[in-house]
Each structure stands twice: as structure tokens, then as C-alpha cells.
């Protein structure tokens, strides 16, 4: 840093936050200073390639194929993922898998290729390894879905972590997904995608790739910052012959080792929940809408909670941001402005409304405070590499760090949420555990030469950075179970990595403000949920800026179709309650609020079938017809669930919009109108409404106007059948809920609905309701 650099960094800061500021720019200082000397200096490398094939030896479910400078080993594991790990990597260590490694395949087999090479086969591919360490993963009949180039490795001479590199090609029609969410689209396009938390909300090294022949899902299980470079492919590029998509992962450290799932997007998701852990199920309650804000004290809180119920607003809970504890401490409550919290939370659950309280990760440094004396007393924060304790400057001021890959650490932080349970909070939603430090310069991080745990194996932030955020949450997750047993946890995170849907939810963080915003927020939503992440939202607005009556609308019916609906603001934005916008805003966020409402049972079913599938909730269009190319390219519409179909106004002005359909018929869910896919339709989008479809032949299980749950059949298509599945909740305890299974047919000019047993079919036992029954499917 130069003193040009320090210039701006303090005229950033502002007379009134001199003492902070120096403060700041001392912590960027102390960073640095602790890297120069806790880090090696990267010096010389050495390049390094596998090398000639030297033989193989098989193992169960594959074999281990040895080179002249690295060795690869091969494992199947049952449902057909198969492993990926060279130089002797193994699947453990790891923060992404749940319960250990999976079992092994005992029917996959290593054996000798062609031109010296070998080859692992089992029942749902093969994988081919050249003489040279090339790989290429294949269909059992042969089509080569992607195909890895013999990886690169740079070694420091003086020693340290190997950097790496691995390319691979991939179809020329193949589209790429996933990388946690990404704001410039759930379709990942030609460019360079960092893996590093803070730069984005959730980096994790996850690659959906879809293409015409098949899907298959690549997972590079290191947790190491990186970058992935991706070029998308072309069909008859220059000469006429076609160009492969391509895709490199650069890595500073960490074992190359991966994980390669093929078959359908629905096959795939639920083998990665397989490997990863199935999504956690938030409590009912959670389902419905929220309101965050820093409030100024209780008073607010009652008055904007009046507001709702006055107004015939429906709200299930209101969040607290930090500005709620006391001078900034975590886990603590500001006695003046919220002198009687825990009868503030009694009286909101009367009314049906929770309570739910921000948890950042930084720990004030206030001698005798009991949060940051008792981490000190159990050794529970973040050292550096002269084994002095971390500090940098949190929201609340000078903090230390919880060390959360150790067990120790995890285990007193998630007993520290009994206090806010005590405090009557039913949930809790964390933040600044990227760890999160402000720097006046560089990445508002720790000090990369930061020591952690890491489960005993002890190591550097540069490997336990990407998983703190995930560490935090499973130390409140396995607490909020230990001192709550009987309720279902709601832990919502702003980070996190693979796994991370484990213990709760994330929130799509700042997307940015302005329409743009608003587009990115889905892309934000439909990329976790392809990386095994279902409960996950934006904040309606954008944390920051000034929307329009407009914006403002039109983000808050988007955000009433997805997981996590809650509206937020940010400290220094302006208020958010939907009448502040205007008499028409209201009229028409109620709208949304009651069928968001009308639709919480058809949301807890979406639930439960994601926890056991890994199924996400909202699905891009092309989730069902892979091999569509025109529904690959769309990303301005989603699927929630098998039965809607949601088309938001991500543009100012839309009065109609086009939206691309899967093949079938398809119902507006106001008019009823009739249109049939494939194909792109007109369809009105009033500032009243956003286009939501059904598909012909679905069950949806919606709330009555008495509050019981009736089912809501659309006609299916003439010739044609249908059906779906309704998951009643068991409460937001652990009981296993019961499965129906419906039917939906045609007899002669009535639609008929049948509920499938083991032992036959009966008559539903709910009340039915059946939409579409007029008029012709329309086309384009």
C-alpha cells in the first residue's frame, strides 16, 4: 500500500468515524504484516504432470491407476458417483460430504483399455484413463461427456501447497450451471468465476453441465481459493466443425480430487444430496412472509407489526437486525431501546408472528463480556501464526473470530443460543461469518496465515476461509437441536459452501439495487438451488438504494414464489413496508401476500420432497426437458415445483411478456386460459399480478378460506392424465408426515380424482376443486 492508497482509504472514513478509521486501516496494516511473515514468500515453482501410465491396481469399486509422477484413484460408490482424487487424494477428509464416504459399488470394475490406458466401468458410465492421465467420463454406450486434460501442478521448491490446474472439454452444445449463485445468471456464460466467499455469497466449486445427450454434475472438493474459467462451445464454429465447451479450474492449494455425477438433472441433484446431506426443513411458520429491518426499539416493532394486521397483510415473522444488542456484542440486548423483549417475542407469537434474531460471527472485544471472556476461556477464536489472537475491526467495532472448524469452538458458540432462545427468538439469521472483517484496504477478511483447526488436521485461512460460514452454521443447527430437541431449527446464513443446506437456508445477500438487481436476485435463487441449496430468497427491494413504487413491486411478487419471502432494508435505506409505496402497491402486495399464503401448503410439500430427492423448489424451465435448447437459454422464468410455472416483470413498463413453455398444456391460474408448449406464448402481466401458470393435469394442495388444506386440480389435457403429490405437515417437530398420491383423468366430460393406496384407489378425503374446464388450448 502506497500513501496514495492510505489517502483514500481515510478520506473514506469521515471526522466523525476518525477513531474507526484509524482503527480499520491499522487492522488492513496488521493483516498484511501477519501474512509477510506467516506466509512463505512464493518463490520458484517446479511444473509437474502425471506421466507415463506404470500400471494399476483395482480396489472396491474401481482401482488406483499409477503414473510416472502422481497417481489416480478411482471410486464408484452405489447410485453412481463416482470419485476422482490424484496424488493420493481421498474422499476424507471433507466439510461437503455427510456421514463419511458413500458406500463403494462393488460391481464397478477396473480394467485395460486401448493404447495402454484403463478404464473403470459400472452400471451408469465408464471412465476412461489414457497412457498420459487424460479422462474422459462416458455414457455406457460409449458418448464421451466430458473429457479432463492430464492436470497441471506447480510446486514451490522451498516447499508449501502446490497450485493446480485442471481443463476439460465438454459438448459444444453444453451450457454450464451452478457455482453457488452468481449474479450474472443461473446460466454460467464465458468468463471467469472466483471461488472465494465475500466475492461472492456462496462459492462453491459446483458445475451442472447440461447438454443434449445427458446432464452431469462435477464437484472439485477443495476448499482453497480458485477461479474457474469457462468458455461455452459452438456447433459448426469456423471451418464447420463444431467447438468443444471448455472449462478450467485453477486452484492455490487443496488436494485435486472431484466428484462426477451423470443422468438426469433430477438424478444428479439427488445423488449430490446423497454425497452432501439432505436440506435441512425449515419450520413451518418459516414458509410465510418476513420483515427485517433495524428496528429503533420495541415500539417500532409493535407499530410495524399493527401496520400488517390492520391492513390484512399476512406476516409470519419479523427479524431484528444487530442493531438490537447492546453496543454491538453478540448475543446480547440493548436494555433501553428493548427493555422487555422476551413479553415483546410472548405477545408477537399470540398474534402468529415470530421472532427472529441477527447473529453476526465477529465478537466484540469487551473485557468481562460474557460471550467474548468465555470463547477466550475455551481458546475458541481465531489465531495468527505467532499464536496471538486475530483481531479486526466487526461492525460493532474491534472483534475477535471463532475458530468454527474446530469442535470445541462449535460446541460453546451453539450453547450460546440458549440466551436468545430465552429471549423468546425462534430463529436466527447469521452474517460476517465469511469471517467478515472491515479492512481500509485489501479483502475485508482474516489474515490468510491464520491458524485453524480444521477438525485437528490444522492448517491456514486460506483453506478454512470458504468453510466458516458453513461451520457457523452447524454449530447453531446442532446447538438450537441439543437445547430445542422438538422444534425444527431455522438457521439462515449469507455464506456458506457445499453442504451448507444441512443446517438451514441462505439469503441471496445484496444482489445490488435498480432493476438489474432484481434480475439478479433469480439468478441468485435458481443457481443455489442447483447446487442443493432450496431455501433460499432475496431481500424484496434490495438492501440498499431508493426503489420505485414499481420495482418495489413487482421484487415483492417475485419474492412471494420463492422459498425465503421477506422484505428487508438496510440501516441507512428508507422504510419498506409495502404502504409506503402508495394505496396501488399495497392493493396489490395484499394480493400477493394471500396467495403466498393460500399456496403454504403447497410450499410445505415442496419441502419435504426436497429434503428426501434434493429436488430444488424452484427449478429452471429446461428441469424437465433437459435436451431443449430454447428452454437452456431462458432465465427470465421458473418452475416451482412439477405444477407452476412463474413468470415475474424483471423490466420496467411490462404491461404483456413472452414466456417460453414446456411441452404441455398450460393454464393462467387468473384467467384460466389455455396455452399449449412448446413453444413461446404472449401472456398479460398487469401491475396487479405476474403471469403464474399450472400444468394440465396437476394437484395443488392450497389453504382453503377455512385454513384446512383442499386440493386444487387443473383439467388435464384432453387424452391425457395427471396427478401429484401432497405432503400434509406433521407440525415443526420431526414427525414423518404422510405421502398422498393423487390421480387426475377424464371421465367422459368430468375430471376425475383419485388418492392411490398400496391397496387400491379411493375418493380424496379433502375437498376438490377443478380449474380449466373451458375453452381450447391456444398456441403462439
Not at 419479523?318 to 440493548?334: I, M, N, P, T, W
Not at 438487481?517 to 442443493?532: D, F, N
Not at 393462467?668 to 401491475?687: I, K, S
Request: charged share 25%.
Amino acid at each position: 500500500m502506497n500513501g496514495r492508497d492510505l489517502v483514500r482509504s481515510w478520506g473514506g472514513v469521515g471526522a466523525g468515524r476518525a477513531a474507526r478509521g484509524i482503527r480499520v486501516v491499522r487492522a488492513a496494516w496488521h493483516r498484511r504484516r501477519s501474512d509477510a511473515v506467516g506466509l512463505p514468500p512464493r518463490g520458484a515453482e517446479r511444473a509437474r504432470v502425471p506421466g507415463q501410465v506404470l500400471g494399476a491396481e483395482p480396489e472396491p469399486g474401481g482401482g488406483v491407476i499409477r503414473f510416472a509422477r502422481s497417481e489416480l484413484r478411482i471410486v464408484v460408490a452405489v447410485g453412481g458417483a463416482v470419485f476422482l482424487g490424484w496424488d493420493g487424494a481421498m474422499p476424507e477428509p471433507s466439510y461437503a460430504l455427510a456421514g463419511g464416504p458413500p458406500e463403494v459399488d462393488p460391481r464397478a470394475v477396473l480394467e485395460p483399455d486401448k493404447d495402454g490406458g484403463w478404464r473403470v466401468v459400472a452400471e451408469r458410465l465408464t471412465v476412461v484413463v489414457s497412457r498420459h492421465g487424460a479422462v474422459e467420463v462416458c455414457t455406457p454406450g460409449g458418448l464421451v461427456l466430458r473429457r479432463e486434460l492430464p492436470p497441471r501442478w506447480w510446486e514451490p521448491v522451498d516447499g508449501g501447497a502446490a497450485r493446480w490446474t485442471q481443463r476439460a472439454e465438454v459438448a459444444a452444445d453444453a451450457r454450464f450451471f451452478g457455482l453457488g449463485g452468481r449474479t450474472s445468471g443461473p446460466r454460467l456464460r464465458d468468463g471467469a468465476y472466483r471461488l472465494w466467499d465475500g466475492a461472492v455469497p456462496v462459492a462453491v466449486p459446483v458445475q451442472l453441465v447440461v447438454a443434449d445427450a445427458s446432464a452431469h454434475l462435477v464437484f472439485h472438493d477443495t476448499t482453497w481459493d480458485g477461479t474457474v474459467v469457462l468458455r461455452e462451445g459452438e456447433e459448426g464454429a469456423g471451418s464447420g466443425h463444431d467447438r468443444a465447451g471448455r472449462c478450467e479450474v485453477r486452484m492455490d492449494g487443496g488436494p485435486l480430487r472431484c466428484w462426477v455425477v451423470v443422468g438426469t438433472p433430477a438424478r444428479v441433484l439427488n445423488a449430490w444430496v446423497a454425497l452432501t446431506g439432505a436440506p435441512a426443513l425449515p419450520p413451518a411458520w418459516a414458509l410465510g412472509h418476513q420483515h427485517a429491518r433495524d428496528f429503533a426499539d420495541e415500539q417500532e416493532v409493535r407499530e410495524v407489526v399493527a401496520g400488517y394486521r390492520e391492513r390484512d397483510l399476512p406476516l409470519a415473522a419479523v427479524q431484528l437486525d444487530a442493531g438490537h444488542h447492546d453496543e454491538g456484542r453478540a448475543f446480547s440486548v440493548d436494555q433501553d431501546r428493548f427493555p422487555k423483549l422476551r413479553g415483546l417475542a410472548e405477545e408477537l407469537r399470540r398474534d402468529g408472528v415470530r421472532l427472529v434474531s441477527a447473529v453476526d460471527a465477529a465478537v466484540r472485544v469487551v473485557p468481562e463480556d460474557v460471550v467474548y471472556e468465555g470463547g477466550s476461556a475455551v481458546d475458541a477464536f481465531v489465531r495468527d501464526a505467532s499464536g496471538r489472537t486475530v483481531r479486526g475491526e466487526g461492525r460493532a467495532g474491534e472483534s475477535v473470530f471463532p475458530d468454527f472448524t474446530h469442535a470445541r469452538a462449535r460446541a460453546w458458540w451453539g450453547g450460546l443460543y440458549e440466551e436468545r432462545l430465552e429471549q423468546g427468538f425462534a430463529g436466527f439469521w447469521h452474517g460476517a461469518h465469511e469471517p467478515s472483517a472491515w479492512d481500509g484496504f485489501g479483502e475485508p477478511s482474516l489474515p490468510r496465515s491464520a491458524r485453524h483447526a480444521l477438525e485437528g488436521r490444522g492448517g491456514d485461512h486460506r483453506e478454512a476461509h470458504n468453510v466458516d460460514a458453513l461451520c457457523m452454521a452447524r454449530a447453531a443447527y446442532e446447538g438450537l437441536r441439543e437445547l430445542a430437541p422438538g422444534e425444527r431449527p431455522f438457521v439462515l446464513s449469507r455464506s456458506g459452501w457445499a453442504g451448507s443446506q444441512r443446517y438451514g437456508g441462505v439469503w441471496s445477500q445484496d444482489a445490488g439495487a435498480g432493476w438489474p438487481g432484481l434480475r439478479a436476485s433469480l439468478s441468485r435463487v435458481l443457481g443455489l438451488g442447483l447446487c442443493g441449496v432450496a431455501y433460499s430468497g432475496t431481500d424484496v427491494g434490495g438492501l440498499g438504494g431508493d426503489p420505485s413504487p414499481e420495482l418495489y413491486l413487482r421484487w415483492f411478487q417475485l419474492g412471494a414464489y420463492l422459498p425465503l419471502f421477506r422484505t428487508r432494508t438496510g440501516a441507512r435505506a428508507g422504510r419498506r413496508e409495502p404502504w409506503e409505496f402508495g394505496s396501488g402497491v399495497l392493493e396489490h402486495a395484499r394480493v400477493a401476500l394471500l396467495e403466498r399464503r393460500r399456496l403454504l401448503p403447497y410450499f410445505v410439500t415442496l419441502a419435504h420432497l426436497g429434503r428426501w430427492t434434493g429436488t430444488p423448489w424452484v427449478r429452471p424451465l429446461w428441469w424437465g426437458a433437459p435436451e431443449d435448447r430454447a428452454l437452456r437459454d431462458c432465465e427470465d422464468a421458473f418452475l416451482l415445483g412439477d405444477s407452476l410455472l412463474v413468470a415475474p416483470v424483471l423490466d420496467p413498463g411490462t404491461e404483456r411478456r413472452a414466456v417460453r413453455l414446456p411441452r404441455g398444456r398450460w393454464y393462467d391460474t387468473v384467467t384460466e386460459r389455455a396455452y399449449e408448449g412448446p413453444g413461446q406464448v404472449l401472456v398479460d402481466a398487469p401491475r396487479a399480478r405476474i403471469p403464474v401458470l399450472a400444468r394440465a393435469g396437476a394437484v395443488v394442495p392450497v389453504r382453503g378460506a377455512d385454513g384446512a388444506l383442499e386440493l386444487e386440480v387443473w383439467a388435464p389435457a384432453p387424452g391425457r392424465t395427471g396427478g401429484g403429490v401432497v405432503v400434509p405437515d406433521a407440525g415443526d417437530g420431526w414427525a414423518v408426515p404422510e405421502v398422498e398420491r393423487y390421480v387426475t383423468r377424464w371421465d367422459g366430460t368430468r375430471v376425475v380424482v383419485t388418492r392411490e393406496w398400496e391397496g387400491g384407489a379411493a375418493e380424496p378425503s379433502r375437498p376438490v376443486r377443478v380449474r380449466g374446464l373451458g375453452g381450447a388450448a391456444r398456441g403462439q
